[in-house]
């Protein structure tokens, strides 16, 4: 099994910056994939940003050039840097992780854009 925490979450104004980051414990050397998924108020749950294996990391189209993620396998850590952010980025942000077998899940840590 693998547990993922989330830090970093908060209320941040229009064009701020902000950083997640997410610790993975337990069995970490059986995940595969990595990153970060978000759910806006009212809406499904959304792809932000993902490791998929050793691959180069993907962003959802909505945070492409404002939004980096990066790892640390030698912490068993993933964090996201948030740039330039929009109301339209307020939600729950989730780690998530995936073996071959299980997909894991975060608690969630809710950030906020508003002034």
């Known amino acids: 099994q693998v547990q993922l925490e989330e830090s970093g979450g908060g209320l941040v104004q229009p064009g701020g910056s902000l950083r997640l980051s997410c610790t993975a414990s337990?069995?970490?050397?059986?995940?595969?994939?990595i990153g970060w998924y978000r759910q806006p108020p009212g809406n499904q749950r959304e792809m932000v940003a993902l490791?998929?294996?050793?691959?180069?990391?993907n962003y959802g189209d909505s945070v492409k050039g404002r939004f980096t993620i990066s790892r640390d396998n030698a912490k068993d850590t993933v964090d996201l840097e948030m740039h330039d952010m929009k109301p339209e980025d307020t939600g729950v942000y989730y780690c998530y992780g995936r073996s071959r077998l299980y997909t894991y899940w975060g608690q969630g840590t809710q950030v906020t854009v508003s002034s």
């Open positions: 337990g069995d970490t050397v059986t995940i595969i994939n």
């Open positions: 490791f998929r294996g050793s691959s180069p990391p």
